[in-house]
Every structure is written in structure tokens, then in C-alpha cells.
């Protein structure tokens, strides 16, 4: 995805291109199709190496959200900072006001490889089961692989399941497992949340 997230030339306006779900944005935020600002060749190379997709390609990232990566571009105008500063409090306070309640966690990290058949499925499932009948809360990054088996062994013995999901451009949706689930942009706040209510984690 390195090569998306810079600004591309290849004799056409240079844009910062932004995925969204199946769609493409502009550093101004407008959609745009794929060949507006690259050459043929230069996108199908892309498309190969995996760093863009078909713009017909459906998604698993609701419509109204992207991911935005201007933050990181350096300096900006501060209005444009205060802006940023103020939609991380509003991601933060989104998860502090859905986790409050949710009681002590044990919080498993794992990969999201990993199917149904594999053994660490399993011994994840059968480990967060142990914990969940102590009466822990599980709390899991909300995807599939051992993720899904963290969140489905507190399902299995009725304890409390919670999964902190984040937008990617592809790939990660929330497993079917859990009681209370969120969604963030930004990874390093879902990271913080992840930790802040556990007191104990699973690796």
C-alpha cells in the first residue's frame, strides 16, 4: 500500500490518492476514478503488486468511511492540526463512552490468519473459556483467525465478548462473536483502548 499513500506522477497531475473501501479520493477529499490520474499501465502495475484496487470491487468499509492519512504528511496549517487534534479526542471519547461498563479484561492479540481447523484456534478458544468462566470480559482487536477464537470461547461459556476492530481498505471485518463492538481509524488509538481497560493480555 506504500506506494497509494504517496503522490503519484506518471505524466498526470500529482495527487495524494486515498483508499476507500472501493473507491479512491483525492488530497481535496473528492472521489475520483482510478484512470483520472494514472496511466493505464502504471495502475494495472499497481493493481498487480496489490497496492490499489478496481474501483468496481465491492468492500467491506462502509461508504462514509475512509482512511486519511494527511496527518502524516508533515506540517500542515493549524487550523488544519486543531482539526486532526480534535477528531483523535472524538475517537477516544467514542471508545471511552462504549468500554466504560464493560468490566475487567483479559485482552488476547493474535493473528488473524489462522483458520477454524489450525490448533492455535482452538487452544485460544479453550483458554479464553477458562478465563471467561473466572468471569473476566474478553477483549480481542475484533477480527477473524485467533481473534475470532478468543471472542467465540467467551461466547461459549456466556461471558462478556468485545472487539476492537479497525477500517483497513480490505480484509478485516468484525468477527460474529461479539457483545460489544467497536470501530477505529486510527491504530494507535485502538491500541490504547485495547490496553486501558485489560489487566492481563494474551500474545
Known amino acids: 500500500m506504500l506506494a497509494s499513500m504517496k503522490r503519484l506522477n506518471h505524466g498526470c497531475v500529482p495527487v495524494c490518492i486515498y483508499l476507500s473501501g472501493c473507491e479512491l479520493r483525492t488530497a481535496k477529499g473528492r472521489r475520483t476514478a482510478l484512470n483520472n490520474y494514472l496511466s493505464k499501465t502504471a495502475a494495472n ?58 468490566g475487567p479484561c483479559v485482552t488476547f492479540f493474535g493473528s488473524a490468519r489462522f483458520k477454524e481447523d489450525h490448533p492455535y484456534y482452538e487452544a485460544t478458544r479453550e483458554l479464553a473459556r477458562r478465563i471467561g468462566r473466572v468471569g473476566f470480559t474478553i477483549m480481542t482487536g475484533g477480527g477473524p483467525g485467533i481473534m475470532e477464537a478468543a471472542n467465540r470461547g467467551a461466547r461459549d461459556v456466556g461471558a462478556k465478548s468485545v472487539g476492537c476492530n479497525i477500517v483497513l481498505p480490505h480484509e478485516q471485518a468484525a468477527n460474529p462473536y461479539l457483545d460489544v463492538s467497536l470501530t477505529f481509524e486510527r491504530f494507535f488509538v485502538r491500541k490504547v483502548l485495547l490496553v486501558k481497560y485489560s489487566i492481563c493480555f494474551v500474545v
Open 45 to 102: 502495475g499497481l493493481l498487480a503488486r496489490g497496492y490499489l484496487r478496481r474501483v468496481t470491487e465491492p468492500s467491506n468499509i462502509p461508504p462514509h468511511r475512509h482512511i486519511d492519512l494527511r496527518f502524516l504528511e508533515g506540517p500542515r496549517d493549524r487550523w488544519q492540526e486543531l482539526r486532526s487534534v480534535a477528531s483523535i479526542a472524538r475517537e477516544f471519547v467514542y471508545g471511552f463512552r462504549k468500554l466504560h461498563f464493560v
